[in-house]
């Protein structure tokens, strides 16, 4: 028990914590914003991996890291809006069209990589380069807090940022008040004289680029290449994070860091000869008893509502 | 018009196996005329995954392209991946066996149910089955031969380098007697790795212990990567990642806090000897699985006719099926002293002066002893 508190309260867990959370909190984000437009892009899985492939592959041929990244978030928004032409404009099923997504980004992106590396597993052979790790400032002077959230790659602090400009862009602006309102009522929104194909494609455009941003810090921090599959279902977590926050920026990001907290967990307990089985399963426990809370305040909620109007 | 066109195709195919044939035959008068030059041994290789692993898959398709380098024309080689798709294994295989193959390569665990039960229908056909073994006692497989390797044998010797590493006074050792294993899943192959493995270092010191952590599958390299930091956090000073792909992660966090790793499966230190140096340059060596060895032998006793049919073997060092990788970052970072008593360690075990437990048929609870041991 000694044994767990010290691993819990340990700087390199908290550490650990920001760094499993941050792709989540892109894809999350990405999943946040097509939401509030009323399309569900159920597709983040296939644009991270897409993005990932593309950062990777854009860093090795120009030995830019940043044009690498560049390149990883205008793969993810173009796919965002492949999906958006597919939806929209050929009135496709928009799950429809993110499950095809899904599956291209699982096949297309090992097609693609067999084509530049010539393998069909990992792009070792490309030199491909990372994203920089940064001290912040003030922070690094700062004892434990220093070694907790500084030093952490550039991604992680700018998916801490997105979550307030999405908060931003959503609330405080009138693109928000439009996207919110095509995502409430799109008829009602239609008759005011808002364009409601065109709100959809850049909240899908969006979304593409969160995810983007969270495909390149698979491939260029979290690990420096790619490999076949390597998101590995965090498009899906993403989705139920953006859910169990109740569709809020700041709730998302709180379910964020829950998942994240229980994915370092059961990294971290494997040490301590807690059986795997168990260990494994943390993750997904979480995610039933957040859906269970989040759907129980809910129903709640409505019960409210109807008594009220009683 | 479907049809002509079909039999047009036919035709065409027809005359082309005719003409080919002819031309071969023109080239090849001075051969004998007897059985042999009639027909190549047509091999097939079903692969349950892709290739690209740089693990026993690509081994694997490595051993069919020695084979066929090997016989040139008496053979005629094909690798097909069946991908990870699980429900197209059994059709694929069955599809394949009714085909005019003359062996079929199949491998791992995952595939043994579906050859016990196609097997026995193809009674002609001869399999290979590498990395598991079918069971012989409540099927008629004769025609099976089923390889598995001591990979707890070459993990031994995985053991004592990392035992030898972590005592050592090496740039990168701590002084911590700590060094850890990163496995795919909690399966009695991994396992098997993880006995030899620890059997391995507390060999050379009793008060060796060993960090163990699974990863889950493996695929997910970025999940492999945390458990290794993790265990290099808790003062592991080298590890060893048997998880194909997913352990590759293993060796980026290996390079982040600058800790040695050892591969596992292929040569890993070669996968990123050009794009990335320094990452190469802490893998102190890799334990091979030496798929392509071991397809090549079988192969070898078939045309011999003395390959065991309806029987498994264990091959282990002595066939150069298992050991570890000797490249120039494991003549480079290891001291000769500890070099030569791998070697000293590698005859005894092939002597059966050293005798390694078994993962494979051993029960939880002697497992969790083990594991334990190392706590």
């Known amino acids: 028990m000694d044994k767990f508190i010290a691993i819990i ?62 390149m990883a978030v205008i793969a993810g928004s173009l796919t965002g809006m492949a999906m958006a032409y597919f939806a929209l404009n050929l009135k496709t099923d928009i799950i429809l069209s993110g499950i095809a997504i899904n599956l291209f980004g699982g096949g297309g992106t090992i097609f693609a990589l067999y ?8 792009s070792s052979s490309l030199k491909s380069l990372v994203l920089p790790k940064i001290d912040i400032p003030i922070i690094d002077q700062i004892p434990v807090l220093s070694e907790i959230i500084s030093g952490q790659n550039i991604l992680t602090y700018i998916a801490l940022l997105s979550v307030v400009f999405v908060y931003i862009l959503v609330y ?11 995502g409430e009522n799109e008829d009602a929104a239609d008759s005011v004289g808002v364009s409601v194909r065109k ?112 | 018009m479907k049809r002509t066109l079909s039999l047009l195709l036919v035709l065409m195919m027809v005359l082309s196996f005719g003409l080919t044939g002819c031309g071969g035959s023109t080239d090849t008068v001075d051969e004998p005329s007897g059985e042999e030059a009639t027909e190549p041994l047509k091999i097939a290789l079903l692969l349950n995954g892709t290739l690209g692993d740089k693990s026993f898959f690509d081994s694997a398709d490595n051993g069919l392209k020695m084979i066929q380098e090997k016989y040139g024309d008496e053979v005629v080689t094909k690798t097909i ?11 694929t295989l069955e599809d394949i066996s009714d085909e005019d193959w003359d062996i079929i390569i199949v491998g791992t665990w995952q595939m043994q149910e579906m050859l016990q039960e196609i097997a026995p229908l193809y009674p002609e056909k001869r399999y290979i089955i590498f990395d598991t073994s079918v069971d012989y006692e409540n099927y008629d497989l004769g025609n099976v031969y089923s390889i598995n390797y001591k990979q707890n044998e070459g993990s031994f010797l995985a053991g004592v380098l990392a035992a030898k590493v972590t005592i050592s006074d ?21 396992n098997d790795f993880l006995v030899g493995y620890i059997e391995g270092a507390q060999y050379v010191d009793e008060e060796i212990k060993v960090e163990i952590s699974y990863i889950g599958n493996f695929d997910d390299s970025a999940k492999g990567k945390e458990l290794a930091l993790a265990q290099y956090g808790m003062g592991a000073d080298i590890g060893f990642n048997v998880a194909g792909q997913a352990g590759l992660g293993q ?11 050892i591969g596992v499966d292929s040569d890993q230190a070669l996968i990123f000897a050009e794009s990335d140096p320094e990452k190469a340059n802490l893998i102190v060596t890799s334990m091979l699985k030496r798929v392509d060895n071991s397809l090549v032998r079988a192969i070898d006793m078939h045309f011999e006719g003395t390959l065991p049919y309806g029987s498994a073997e264990n091959l282990g060092m002595a066939e150069e099926a298992v050991g570890l990788a000797d490249n120039e ?41 083990i594991k334990d041991s190392v706590k």
Not at chain 1, 172 to 182: C, M, N
Request: aromatic fraction near 10%; glycine fraction near 10%; include cysteine.
């Open chain 1, 115 to 122: 084509l530049v590396a010539h393998d069909k597993g990992i």
């Open chain 2, 251 to 261: 060796l980026d966090a290996a390079k982040e806090v600058n800790r040695y790793a």
């Open chain 1, 9 to 70: 309260f340990s700087v390199s867990f908290g550490y650990a914590v920001l760094r499993v959370t941050t792709p989540l909190i892109f894809a999350a984000m990405g999943a946040l914003i097509s939401d509030k437009a009323g399309v569900i892009n159920i597709g983040l899985e296939g644009i991270m991996l897409i993005s990932a492939l593309t950062g990777v592959v854009v860093s090795a041929y120009t030995q830019s890291a940043f044009l690498g990244l560049l």
């Open chain 2, 81 to 91: 991946e069946m991908t990870y798709d699980e429900t197209k294994w059994r059709p």
């Open chain 1, 172 to 182: 405080k602006t009138p693109l928000g008040l439009q996207i919110r309102a095509v």
């Open chain 2, 170 to 190: 090496m740039e990168l050792a701590n002084p911590d007697k700590r060094i850890g294993f990163l496995g795919g899943m909690d399966i009695p192959v991994i």
């Open chain 1, 199 to 310: 709100i959809k494609y850049i909240a899908l455009i969006l979304s593409g680029a969160f995810a983007g941003f969270g495909g390149a810090y698979m491939s260029m921090a979290y690990v420096s290449w790619f490999s076949k599959n390597m998101t590995v279902g965090r498009g899906f977590i993403a989705l139920a994070a953006e859910a169990m926050g109740g569709s809020t920026p700041f709730g998302t990001l709180v379910a964020c860091f829950v998942f994240g907290s229980a994915e370092a967990l059961s990294n971290s307990l494997q040490s301590l000869r807690v059986p795997t089985e168990f260990v494994q399963m943390i993750p997904y426990v979480v995610t039933v008893l957040g859906l269970v809370l989040y759907s129980s305040r809910k129903t709640s909620q409505i019960r409210k509502k109807i008594g009220s109007r009683r």
């Open chain 2, 329 to 369: 970052y494991f003549n480079t970072l290891i001291s000769e002293d500890i070099r030569n008593e791998l070697k000293d360690i590698e005859a005894k075990i092939m002597s059966g002066e050293i005798t390694v437990s078994s993962a494979i048929g051993m029960s939880t609870e002697e497992l969790n002893e």
